[in-house]
């Protein structure tokens, strides 16, 4: 069965210091990851995904996300935080095989809060 | 949110009321995606249709109905079945998937459901 796990609930950083959201998936087949973010009582913002190719994925406002095989992770990642960076993110992932007919299974959201 | 609005923003719903909530896309996707949103429960499939005249229940079908009689609309009906259907719900929409591509899914700025 095709789950993400996003282990923290809540993420805590300064301003300016490097910012780290984990995610990990199972999925049957090739992983397609994709990342989102959430502000409040707005819709989903696209990030960035992971279709396939180099492990390190580079998206929207900085950010960026790590691809591990071996340990089953997609991290989502910025090398100095803002505070407007505050907000929900989404994990997500969707199963290669095709079956799914384009389904998307999310993790339960990390709250990231980043302090001035 | 581009492209995929929603209405109402804001929505009261009585007791044993049938309550209808709007989703237009003019994106040309062929999938549309309807998602229930909880705290802390992250997002869960309700509906999803990959062409018009055709859909598919999700994992939280019970008291939802839609309808896909056009391509660029999805409407979903709440109906008096569904026990607690206080929630935020949010619309998606994505090139519909073939082969072993994939694409991205984009969301609407989401409607907030109340029952009074």
């Known amino acids: 069965a095709q789950s993400v796990a996003q282990p923290e609930d809540q993420v805590n950083v300064a301003e300016g210091n490097p910012l780290t959201v984990k995610c990990t998936y199972s999925?049957?087949?090739?992983?397609?990851l994709f990342w989102y973010v959430q502000y409040p009582n707005r819709g989903l913002q696209f990030l960035l995904k992971?279709?396939?190719?180099?492990?390190l994925v580079k998206g929207s406002y900085g950010f960026e996300a790590e691809f591990n095989k071996s340990q089953t992770s997609f991290h989502l990642k910025k090398p100095s935080a803002l505070v407007s960076d505050s907000a929900l993110y989404f994990c997500a992932v969707r199963d290669g095989r095709g079956s799914t007919l384009g389904r998307l299974y999310f993790g339960r959201g990390t709250q990231l809060t980043v302090w001035p | 949110d581009g492209g995929i609005t929603q209405s109402p923003k804001y929505l009261f719903r009585k007791e044993g009321q049938n309550v209808t909530l709007s989703c237009e896309q003019n994106?040309?996707?062929?999938?549309m995606y309807w998602y229930r949103q909880d705290p802390g429960q992250g997002l869960r499939l309700i509906y999803y249709s990959q062409i018009v005249n055709d859909f598919q229940k999700g994992d939280i079908a019970e008291g939802y109905s839609v309808s896909r009689e056009k391509k660029e609309s999805f409407p979903l009906t709440v109906t008096s079945a569904q026990k607690n259907p206080t929630a935020f719900y949010l619309c998606a929409s994505s090139i519909r998937y073939s082969g072993s591509s994939t694409d991205t899914q984009y969301f609407g700025p989401g409607t907030r459901l109340t029952v009074l």
């Open positions: 994106l040309n996707h062929d999938a």
């Open positions: 992971y279709i396939t190719g180099d492990n």
């Open positions: 999925v049957s087949g090739n992983p397609y």
